[in-house]
C-alpha cells in the first residue's frame, strides 16, 4: 500500500508536469516546455534539434497519458497522476524512465551547446529552470546529476534522476 507521506511528496511534484498551472496535465504542458526550451537555448523549431524535441514531447505526453489518464479526457488530475501514474510507476521506475528518455535525449541535445553528448552543469540549470524546478534547487540539483564531477552532465545521469524523482518519494 502506497502511503499517504509518499503520496503527499509525489503529488506535490504534480506541478512541475503542469507548466501552465491549470491544475491538469495535459499535451500543452509538454509542448509548452519544449518551445520553452527551444526559446532558451535560441534554437528552431523547424530544427532537427527542435523537431526532436518536439517529437519526444509528444512521446512523453503519451507515455504518461497512457498511464495516467483513466477517463480518457486528454488531461491527467493531480489525484490521477497521484492514483495512476505513480502506483504504477513506483515499483518500476525504469519504465518512467523510457517513457521520459525521447524528450529528456532531445532536452539534452539542445542544451548540448559543444555537441559533445553532454550539458554543462549551468546548462543544465537552464534546463531545469525552464521545467519548473524551483530556482533554488536548480543550482543543487543539477550538480548532484554531475555524479563524476567532470562539469558535466550526460543522458543516463539525467534519466535515471529524472525517473527516480518522480518515482522516489526521498
Not at 520553452?36 to 534554437?43: D, G, I, P, V, Y
Not at 530544427?47 to 514531447?57: E, F, H, N, R, T
Not at 497519458?65 to 513506483?90: C, M, N, P, T
Request: glycine share 8%.
Amino acid at each position: 500500500m502506497v502511503s499517504s507521506e509518499y503520496e503527499r511528496r509525489i503529488a506535490a511534484r504534480f506541478a512541475t508536469f503542469d507548466q501552465d498551472g491549470n491544475g491538469y496535465i495535459d499535451r500543452e504542458d509538454f509542448s509548452g516546455a519544449a518551445k520553452a526550451l527551444l526559446a532558451e537555448f535560441t534554437t528552431a523549431a523547424r530544427s532537427d534539434k527542435g523537431q526532436a524535441l518536439y517529437v519526444g514531447a509528444e512521446a512523453f505526453w503519451q507515455g504518461m497519458a497512457g498511464i495516467a489518464d483513466r477517463d480518457g479526457d486528454q488531461r491527467i488530475s493531480r489525484e490521477e497522476f497521484v492514483s495512476s501514474a505513480v502506483k504504477r510507476l513506483r515499483d518500476n521506475p525504469d519504465r518512467f524512465a523510457e517513457i521520459a528518455r525521447p524528450f529528456l535525449h532531445a532536452a539534452l541535445a539542445v542544451a548540448d551547446t559543444d555537441s559533445d553528448g553532454s550539458a554543462t552543469v549551468d546548462d543544465t540549470v537552464r534546463v531545469l529552470r525552464i521545467l519548473g524546478v524551483k530556482d533554488d534547487l536548480c543550482r543543487t540539483a543539477a550538480a548532484a546529476l554531475d555524479t563524476d564531477g567532470d562539469g558535466r552532465v550526460g543522458e543516463e545521469e539525467i534519466v535515471q534522476a529524472f525517473a527516480r524523482y518522480f518515482t522516489v518519494p526521498e
